[in-house]
């Protein structure tokens, strides 16, 4: 679904910040900004902790593999990659359905760029692919993620009890969702 020709690079209303392909010399500063336990906290078990070099140049084999149905930008300030954004397309009876998942360097919480980042990707997603449906699903206790969705024009859809487990403790998850 996503071809080579849809990698976006796309300004995001913040000074200095975009959203753009990967490249493998990004590599070592994915490699550090990911290394924060307090990211790894708030995404699924596949996001290792500690974050290695090595890490790193998996995922970036992953996301620029030219035959990826996946939308996966770099979320870049001042020309370095500081956190990650994706769109992964659902098949089958769901087809007409994308998630949506993100993260961003801990230096850079607090300034708009995560909100600013999913509007532009979700627009862009919506007008460029058959989605009419952009869904995330995050830990009920991750209130900035919670904040980033709602600005970016998601809506809470509902509390899915009991329905995921980090660290061996079972917890809620709030599913947002933004319909097209």
């Not at 078990?45 to 620029?64: C, K, N, Q």
Request: net charge negative; charged share 20%; proline share 4%.
């Amino acid at each position: 679904m996503a071809s080579t020709l849809l990698r976006p690079t796309l300004a995001l209303p913040i000074a200095n910040a975009r959203l753009r392909p990967w490249h493998l010399h990004d590599a070592p500063v994915l490699a550090e900004t990911a290394n924060d336990r307090g990211i790894w906290q708030n995404l699924r078990d596949i996001f290792p902790h500690p974050y290695r070099l090595e890490d790193a140049y998996w995922y970036l084999g992953l996301v620029t593999d030219p035959d990826s149905t996946d939308l996966h930008v770099a979320i870049e300030v001042q020309g370095e990659a500081v956190g990650a954004l994706s769109v992964l397309f659902k098949d089958d009876i769901n087809r007409r359905s994308a998630e949506i998942g993100y993260w961003l360097g801990r230096q850079y919480w607090g300034r708009g760029i995560a909100t600013a980042a999913v509007r532009v990707l979700t627009e862009y997603a919506f007008v460029h692919f058959d989605v009419c449906r952009l869904y995330a699903e995050i830990f009920a206790r991750n209130e900035a993620s919670a904040q980033v969705l709602a600005k970016a024009g998601y809506q809470l859809e509902g509390r899915l009890h009991k329905s995921i487990i980090k660290e061996g403790v079972v917890q809620d998850a709030l599913l947002y969702a933004q319909v097209r």
